[in-house]
């Protein structure tokens, strides 16, 4: 996890509704400028030039450039927040917010041609990691499709500018999980016996390879639970106003809050459910989640 760059002094309750709705506005703008870009460089650009944690966990020049377009908009019209970002790290701001992006939540498949993945904006009040964090607005923009989730503190979540009815709540029998895997052997060993003890209790598993895509899709309906270990703060800071807005309950295990260690995102009653199912399992996330 990136050290905070601030958080000195912030509180999201001191913002005005027209200055949450202008944050969501360049939330927005800066989302669909990187989509726009990463789609028109993918042929030429869209291809790997580094790795990070593990040889599977690559990065192309389309993240940087992309993540350079949104620090450039940010800069221009909000100097005074710090921004943190999966390729550029942590720049410090002096206001209280943090914009906490991810230039292409999904880059697996974006290399691969596979229409799932997104520019992913928020800004949030306090250290931009949960549970300590208020994400105050975000946008969650898939560049292949289209569609744009958008989400402003008070104000409810959106797609395409449609106000989201909230998540179903289906017994666990019926319900439809999403989950991913982190992007080293050791962690998706455990990740495998969590998979394990679930499916047989749900009605299928979806790995669709984009946490904030996955949150978007419980605030939509698409998914009745997205569970993960694991991730970053710029996988799932978009995603969670988002989902939160519209009702989805985002919960860890054990009693405590979602954080980037474990996230259970679905409809209140059924996270807390997913979660007991996750934390029984002998050495799977339960028993690994504190490591
Ligand atoms: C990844 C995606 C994936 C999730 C991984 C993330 P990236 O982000 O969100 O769905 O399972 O944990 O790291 O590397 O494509 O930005
Ligand atoms: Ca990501």
């Excluded at 593990?54 to 192309?60: A, E, G, K, L």
């Excluded at 992309?66 to 221009?76: D, F, N, P, V």
Aim: proline share 7%; with cysteine; charged share 20%.
């Amino acid at each position: 996890m990136s050290p905070a760059p601030t958080g000195a002094g912030s509180d999201a309750a001191a913002l005005t509704a027209a200055e949450v709705a202008a944050l969501a506005d360049l939330a927005e703008r800066a989302a669909r400028a990187a989509g726009e870009l990463v789609r028109a460089g993918r042929a030429e650009h869209g291809t790997v030039t580094a790795t990070k944690s593990s040889r599977t966990d690559v990065v192309t020049d389309m993240d940087t450039a992309a993540e350079r377009l949104i620090r450039s908009m940010l800069e221009a019209e909000r100097p005074q927040d710090a921004v943190l970002g999966e390729e550029g790290g942590a720049t410090g701001g002096t206001s209280g917010l943090t914009w906490v992006l991810d230039p292409i939540d999904g880059t697996v498949n974006y290399v691969y041609g596979i229409p799932a993945y997104a520019v992913s904006v928020a800004v949030v009040a306090g250290p931009p990691s949960p549970p300590a964090w208020q994400p105050v607005a975000g946008c969650v923009h898939n560049p292949e499709t289209g569609e744009t989730w958008t989400a402003a503190l008070g104000a409810g979540s959106r797609l395409n500018g449609e106000a989201l009815p909230g998540p179903q709540r289906p017994p666990l029998a019926e319900a439809l999980v999403g989950t991913g895997f982190g992007y080293t052997a050791q962690r998706r060993a455990e990740q495998a016996a969590v998979v394990a003890h679930l499916l047989p209790r749900v009605r299928d598993l979806r790995r669709i390879g984009s946490a904030a895509l996955d949150l978007c899709a419980v605030a939509s309906g698409r998914l009745d639970v997205y569970y993960e270990r694991g991730l970053n703060p710029w996988d799932v800071a978009a995603g969670w106003l988002v989902a939160s807005e519209c009702g989805v309950a985002l919960v860890g295990l054990d009693g405590a809050g979602a954080s980037s260690e474990m996230l259970v995102a679905a409809a209140p009653g059924l996270a807390e459910e997913v979660a007991a199912a996750i934390a029984g399992v002998p050495s799977g996330a339960g028993a690994a989640a504190s490591s």
